[in-house]
């Protein structure tokens, strides 16, 4: 790879032998995907993916300690994952238990992220782009970020370009103020792998679709055809939830960093088939396929027929919009079943921006009223407490369902379990 | 006996048993539990080939890794902790989150280690089956024995 001189002086630790460490990490990382030369970070803002005191990472944590006593801080401001506790989540008193004890670097870390350079209190979320929140980074802004959903969501639907970055290494990025050069970061590496032609006969659930083309291309970029009849050809706030939710899948249940939906994201709207490999494979996907793909899911409850005791909603993170179309479905259903609230427990999971625009809405007390409880956590990391392994909690997130024991079940699906049927 | 030659990573010398996933391997999802377990399991529901088997100190063979981009960071902290896979050997180029794990460890740790192999490719996949007999060299060399 080549260093500029102040680059190369960095790595000859003639400014401190961990910034030095910092800058190896970058170079043999850069190295292994053939990087030439690092480019600047340009994006405003970082965004980190490690948002949870999980006892188990100590090793993470005594690194950033280091850091921090090195002077090592990021060099611009970041947003963070959503935490993984919140009291008002019902459980048992041993689940909170555990949960302290696992999550029992908490404090610790918040201090951590405080003192490296996070935003504020309120950047909690994995849906840090949305305007409630302000990390919003523009068209070829070259960022430093983790979380798979994040990135995916600013490489696609805002054409900003950032590679799959691990924990650490986004924030190595944002403390060195460079990346290296590969990838999503290159034209060559924003060219579409696979074709994907929709012919179904409605529009698909955003996360069976992302799911299927996940699972199929795996880390490859695909270009999908087909799906502008359902979106349109403009990036309304419709669309971009429907492309969040879409993307998510994709990214957890395989490893896509950017897609390209035909005539709707900027990159396809600018270069059209363009964008498109010679030779690209092409994945035909009809209601059949997508059907497959749902059946293909295990259910890993200890008991497969036990009634759900949770439901989870929002991961990533619900939009307002997604909360108030929520509170009219859920009103209507349960008016229509004569049930006055939900009947399992229902979190849905936003962040604190969104959560303090809702409030000022009058959806918040009706969906009060039904019984929700609007959380912001990370579900994901909720799960991830030994006693919910296995436990009954039902979803229509795939991403919630691919790292925990969580049941997928479509929206529609969802609304009917939680409102009229109860199991 | 079959031989494979493929791409350093992260140097290293060892041998261990191979298991073994044609799918995807799905850092969080398969290693997530790993702090409560005396020896980590795969936990991923949606592996099949991997699905509550031993992971720790095993030569894990597979495809690329898929998922979470906290995954290179669950595979820094399971190597400092001596939690992790002896080693990785990737049939296929090996991914971003997965490279991060390997580096971090390698640049980052001074007395645990995972040597991490990619490109062996198809064939390697093919050919390798759970129970193996992996030895990996330093210059990148396997040798898969039955």
């Not at chain 1, 460490?21 to 965004?47: I, S």
């Amino acid at each position: 790879m080549q260093l500029t001189k102040e680059q190369q002086a960095i790595l000859n630790g003639e400014k401190g032998e961990t910034i030095a460490k910092v800058m190896r990490t970058l170079v043999q990382y850069g190295e292994v995907f053939g990087a030439e030369k690092m480019v600047p970070v340009t994006g405003d803002y970082g965004h980190l993916v490690l948002s949870f005191g999980l006892t188990f990472l100590g090793p993470v944590f005594d690194l950033y300690q280091k850091l921090i006593d090195e002077g090592c801080l990021s060099g611009q401001k970041f947003t963070c994952d959503p935490r993984p506790y919140d009291k008002n989540v019902p459980q048992s008193l041993i689940q909170k238990a555990v949960a302290k004890f696992v999550f029992g670097k908490q404090s610790r870390y918040e201090k951590q992220l405080s003192q490296l350079g996070l935003l504020d209190e309120d950047s909690y979320t994995c849906t840090c782009y949305l305007d409630e929140i302000g990390n919003t980074p523009k068209a070829g802004d070259v960022l430093s970020w983790a979380e798979s959903s994040a990135v995916v969501y600013a490489n696609s639907v805002l054409g900003a370009r950032c590679n799959r970055n691990s924990g650490i290494i986004e924030l190595f990025g944002s403390i060195a103020g460079f990346v290296p050069y590969f990838g999503l970061l290159t034209d060559e590496g924003r060219k579409a792998d696979w074709i994907v032609e929709l012919k179904t006969t409605k529009c698909p659930d955003a996360q069976i679709l992302g799911s299927a083309i996940g699972m199929k291309v795996m880390e490859d970029v695909p270009y999908v055809k087909g799906l502008d009849r359902y979106l349109g050809t403009e990036l309304t706030d419709e669309a971009k939830t429907y492309l969040k939710d879409f993307g998510a899948a994709t990214a957890s249940n395989g490893a896509v960093g950017l897609y390209h939906i035909d005539r709707l994201t900027p990159e396809a709207k600018a270069q059209g088939e363009a964008l498109i490999k010679e030779g690209a494979n092409v994945y035909v996907i009809d209601d059949a396929e997508l059907e497959r793909v749902k059946n293909g899911y295990p259910c890993v409850w200890k008991n497969k027929d036990a009634a759900p005791k949770l439901c989870f909603l929002g991961c990533p993170h619900m939009t307002l919009q997604q909360l108030k179309d929520w509170t009219d479905k859920i009103e209507a259903a349960l008016k229509e079943a004569g049930n006055e609230k939900v009947l399992i427990p229902t979190v849905f999971t936003t962040s604190t921006g969104v959560m303090k625009e809702f409030e000022k809405t009058p959806y918040a007390a009706r969906l009060k009223r039904a019984g929700v409880i609007v959380s912001y956590i990370c579900p994901l990391m909720f799960m991830d407490n030994p006693l919910w392994q296995g436990q009954p909690v039902i979803t229509s997130s795939n991403k919630l369902r691919t790292y925990t024991t969580a049941r997928f079940y479509s929206n529609d699906e969802i609304l009917r379990i939680i409102t009229k049927e109860g199991k | 006996m079959k031989e494979f030659k493929g791409r350093v990573i992260a140097k290293g010398a060892l041998t261990a048993e191979a298991v073994v996933t044609k799918q995807g391997f799905n850092t969080l999802a398969s290693m997530q539990m790993m702090f409560i377990q005396s020896k980590t399991k795969c936990v991923d529901q949606s592996n099949p080939d991997l699905y509550k088997k031993l992971l720790q100190g095993k030569a894990l063979c597979l495809p690329q890794t898929i998922g979470s981009t906290t995954g290179g960071m669950f595979l820094y902290s399971a190597v400092k902790s001596g939690k992790a896979p002896a080693c990785l050997l990737f049939a296929k180029e090996i991914d971003s989150l997965a490279a991060a794990g390997a580096v971090l460890a390698d640049v980052w740790s001074d007395d645990a280690k995972m040597p991490t192999i990619d490109k062996l490719g198809d064939e390697f996949l093919d050919y390798v089956q759970d129970g193996d007999k992996i030895t990996v060299k330093e210059d990148g060399t396997v040798i898969v024995e039955r």
